[in-house]
């Protein structure tokens, strides 16, 4: 867990011994850091560098030697605190320029406006998908067609997802095809029966995005995720005729 804190401020394994060892051995040449925290010379004397540069050690020239210290614990505080404001200035960036300059290079219709997955993995794609385009939408609602067979495979690789969409406030209805299927926090459902056995499928209507989840054979679900307002309105539209009969 440590690791994954300290490489989220760019310091790697052997950044944090060295750090580790500065801290223990107050202001050192190269060679003493180098032996103390079991990194050799040459790559203590680059990470040196770069952690001076990040504002985490400093140095008193000595003679011809150069000694090295730690800065206090607390400056890993301010560093995180700086690349916060960098990520969120990044953030603001992205939402408001760059992507946006980024949907000016598509055409209005091409290849990639549709998607396809497949697995385990690319159903858990699909339905992360699903919570981030709804989550940025004012309406937070989207629409599902579900039929019985497709609903114990689903959720296999997200088993988290409903609990997720719940905490980000995001509404689903639900026409349930066949038997089967309960009501969740923030879900209203509703059933159309069937006369036999009917085919695994999942449609999420969430414009401007409609995905289309099947099984290709007993455990092994695919997908198909068409990017057009037009197709997800027209889904929508559908959707809530039939609502509204049901």
């Not at 579900?146 to 959720?155: A, N, T």
């Not at 095809?177 to 036999?196: M, P, Q, V």
Request: with cysteine; hydrophobic share 40%; proline share 6%.
């Amino acid at each position: 867990m440590d690791d994954q804190i300290f490489a989220q401020l760019g310091l790697d394994t052997r950044a944090v011994s060295i750090y580790r060892s500065l801290l223990s051995l107050g202001p050192s040449p190269i060679r003493t850091i180098a032996e103390r925290s079991g990194v050799n010379r040459g790559t203590t004397y680059d990470l040196l560098k770069q952690m001076q540069q990040q504002g985490i050690v400093a140095y008193l020239p000595k003679g011809k030697r150069r000694y090295f210290s730690a800065r206090e614990p607390e400056v890993l505080l301010q560093l995180a605190e700086e690349r916060k404001v960098q990520l969120d200035q990044t953030i603001s960036q992205l939402k408001t320029r760059i992507i946006p300059e980024l949907h000016h290079l598509k055409p209005d219709f091409s290849a990639a406006n549709v998607q396809f997955y497949e697995g385990d993995a690319g159903i858990e794609q699909v339905l992360r998908d699903i919570l981030s385009q709804v989550s940025q939408q004012d309406d937070k609602q989207y629409r599902v067609f579900s039929s019985k067979p497709i609903r114990p495979l689903l959720y296999r690789p997200f088993p988290t997802f409903t609990a997720q969409r719940v905490q980000r406030g995001i509404h689903v209805r639900v026409i349930a095809i066949g038997d089967g299927g309960e009501s969740a926090e923030l879900s209203e459902r509703k059933w159309i029966k069937t006369e036999g056995p009917v085919d695994a499928a999942y449609i999420a209507i969430y414009p401007p995005r409609c995905a289309i989840i099947s099984l290709a054979s007993d455990n092994y679900p695919t997908a198909v995720v068409i990017d057009s307002q037009e197709v997800a309105m027209a889904q929508k539209i559908i959707f809530d005729t039939l609502w509204g009969y049901i």
